[in-house]
């Protein structure tokens, strides 16, 4: 029998496609089933936040940041409030600080919980991406009466907050911890257990501390390999140093790691929030802010712990009340760069299990 | 085996739970007190001092004013864009006298672009569907007692600038 011919196929992934969790375009090179090239094709999305953000006050900026990682718009409002703060060296009031950390740490909640929702789908599981949303609606609905939105929050102020929390939120919030805990539980007797899905992700796209280093992974994708890194106990900023939580790691660095310690994280979040609400002092919501912010002129770089890695704000600022120029470090954009070199050699099955697992959103790759 | 099995029971478990799905154009969903909707404005409260102009971050709104006999400014237009409007409260927060608010409505979807122009007029109201009517509910209006007044004088001073503005022409 004569040798059949073979080529490589180039197919696209995307950017219309649902497992790529937004406009993500990934051209693959494929030799059979066999991924022989993946070239991740960004841009989609871009809406040039960062130069439009020179010609914008700072207090301006913050509703653009909603709508990087649109999933936890908190914690991208936070990346930059703190960063102008720690530039212009302001006093937040207590009970400010103790409320950014509550919506924070729920919003980091409601941004695992998708996770785990979209990850599930991706692999061909409906019910959870149902279960979750059951959840995440509570956490929005609270959301929704703290600030007003449910996606977009603006809710985070250069020198403390908007809003104060409306009567009766806390004890909401203290009757959803219990709750939530109740869900995580269900989702491990749902998912954790399942011998398709461990199947599908145990020993998947695994790599070491020490390449997730080289690429400069943060979160969740380089605590997966072992490495105990977290901005919120490494670098502690806002009030976080005085909550009792531990940062779960991996050990093999797959997917199962990553999917596992979304969940872990989620536990440890409720707890900072439970200490939260137990701590959380009366007074101001707002410091003392001059009327029209201008920090000194010069370079600052603040990094929060993001949903998914390191969120860092970079600005450089000439006095004026417009930053000169201002990066956004987005945690999604740096993890994806492994993507390629994860995928090589995969099979094509896989490159949706290995995608879902780094955990992107697109708003934020593109900024 | 087990865990599948153990996954199963978890989803049968929840099958006599109630639904949560809302059906939405037959049930609308409530909103809280915060909830940040379409705008309405009041022209009365309105000291034309242009700050909500000046914070928007998408420079959606756009107005005029002049100066009336009593050396008072007075506004003659408002329009808000809600084709790049973001609703993102910055216009409210620097309202010194609650001239412009938000409102629960959120259903903006039109047929063409246009249409996504809200003039004064149509901000006001919007003013009267949503506080305005819960104001007069309560009694506690801004324009005192009947409802139909606050409409004529709004309506009126639209006149009266339209003349002007006519007069100005000839």
Redesign the interface.
């Known amino acids: 029998m004569a040798e059949i011919r073979t080529e490589e196929m180039l197919m696209n992934v995307g950017p219309q496609h649902p497992s790529t969790h937004g406009v993500l375009r990934l051209v693959v090179k494929l030799d059979g089933e066999t991924i022989v090239d993946v070239d991740p094709v960004v841009g989609y999305l871009h809406r040039g936040t960062e130069k439009l953000a020179e010609d914008l006050q700072y207090t301006q900026i913050i509703p653009y940041t909603d709508r990087m990682d649109y999933l936890a718009a908190m914690l991208n409002n936070y990346a930059l409030v703190h960063a102008v703060e720690e530039a212009m060296e302001l006093q937040i009031p207590e009970r400010a600080e103790y409320l950014r950390v509550i919506v924070m740490e729920l919003n980091r909640i409601a941004s695992h919980l998708l996770f785990i929702g979209a990850y599930l789908l991706d692999l061909g599981a409906m019910s959870p991406f149902l279960y979750v949303f059951q959840d995440r609606e509570r956490i929005l609905q609270l959301f929704n009466e703290i600030c007003g939105a449910r996606i977009t929050y603006n809710y985070m102020r250069i020198g403390g907050v908007k809003w104060d929390a409306p009567p009766g939120w806390i004890e909401k919030v203290q009757q959803f911890v219990p709750h939530m805990r109740e869900s995580i539980k269900m989702l491990h007797d749902l998912i954790t257990g399942n011998e398709i899905f461990l199947n599908r992700v145990k020993g998947i796209g695994a790599y070491d501390a020490e390449t997730a280093i080289a690429y400069s992974l943060s979160g969740i994708n380089l605590r997966c390999t072992g490495y105990k890194w977290d901005l919120r106990r490494n670098r502690p900023y806002s009030i976080y140093d005085r909550f009792d939580f531990e940062i779960p790691v991996g050990k093999n660095g797959d997917c199962f790691d990553r999917y596992i310690l979304h969940l872990e994280e989620m536990e440890q979040s409720l707890r900072i929030v439970e200490q939260a609400c137990g701590q959380i002092p009366e007074g101001p919501v707002m410091g003392k802010v001059p009327k029209i912010l201008r920090p000194p002129a010069g370079e600052y770089y603040s990094g929060i712990e993001g949903a998914r890695g390191e969120l860092g704000v970079y600005f450089v600022s000439d006095g004026k009340d417009k930053p000169y120029r201002l990066k956004f470090r987005r945690p999604s954009f740096v993890n994806l760069q492994l993507l390629p070199s994860l995928l090589k050699g995969q099979n094509m099955a896989n490159l949706i299990a290995i995608l879902g697992a780094v955990d992107i959103v697109l708003g934020e790759v593109d900024c | ?4 099995l ?2 199963l ?3 049968i478990s ?1 099958l006599p739970k109630k639904k ?1 799905t809302l059906q939405y154009p037959e049930v609308k969903p409530e ?6 909707g379409i705008h309405e404005f009041i022209p009365e409260r309105c000291i034309v001092c242009n700050q909500c102009a000046r ?3 998408t420079s959606c709104i756009s107005l005029s004013g002049t100066r009336g006999e009593d050396r008072k400014l007075r506004i003659d237009t408002y329009d808000i864009n809600f084709e790049i409007c ?5 216009c409210t ?1 620097v309202c010194p006298t609650e001239a412009i608010k ?1 409102t629960g409505e959120f259903e903006l979807a039109a047929y063409s672009r246009d249409q996504l122009y809200k003039n004064m007029e149509w901000l006001y109201q919007n003013y009267l569907r949503h506080s305005g009517a819960k104001e007069l509910e309560a009694g506690t209006g801004e324009t005192g007692g009947p409802g139909e007044a606050g409409v004529g004088a709004a309506a009126g001073g639209g006149a009266a600038s339209e003349q002007k503005a006519g007069g100005t022409d000839e």
């Open positions: 085996m087990f865990g599948f153990k996954g029971a978890v989803t929840r949560v909103w809280p007190e915060r909830f940040r914070i928007c971050p973001i609703l993102c409260d910055l927060e938000m």
